[in-house]
């Protein structure tokens, strides 16, 4: 019994950190809003999430191209090629919103703010 205790406060202190964690799903249509030193744009991205791996579509001012990625937690990252060059999308997700840093691959950066589509 005196060892049951300290074990339970311990399950009930890291158990949720652990399920918040993983409740993160950017599985959906996402409308993106991205600023850039080169402009602007407004992409769709329609992902599909399984554990850690992300897969999907970005449609937009780029043109269109199958995308791939990771969601570690909070933490996003979604790639994507057009005509050879290398798009990323890196930052912080909830189930509904997510915000980051964008790079075009040498030609501009920026940032990016979404919503998921209800």
Do not use: C, R
């Amino acid at each position: 019994m005196k060892l049951l205790l300290p074990l339970l406060f311990i399950a009930f202190i890291f158990f949720p950190e652990a399920q918040a964690q993983q409740s993160v799903n950017v599985s959906g249509t996402w409308n993106m809003s991205v600023e850039t030193d080169m402009g602007s744009g407004t992409p769709t991205f329609v992902l599909k999430q399984e554990g850690e791996k992300i897969t999907g579509t970005y449609t937009g001012q780029l043109g269109d191209s199958p995308v791939t990625g990771t969601i570690k937690g909070s933490t996003i990252h979604l790639e994507f090629s057009i005509q050879g060059n290398l798009i990323t999308y890196d930052g912080t997700a909830s189930s509904t919103e997510m915000q980051g840093k964008v790079k075009l691959a040498e030609m501009a950066s920026g940032t990016f703010t979404g919503k998921k589509k209800s």
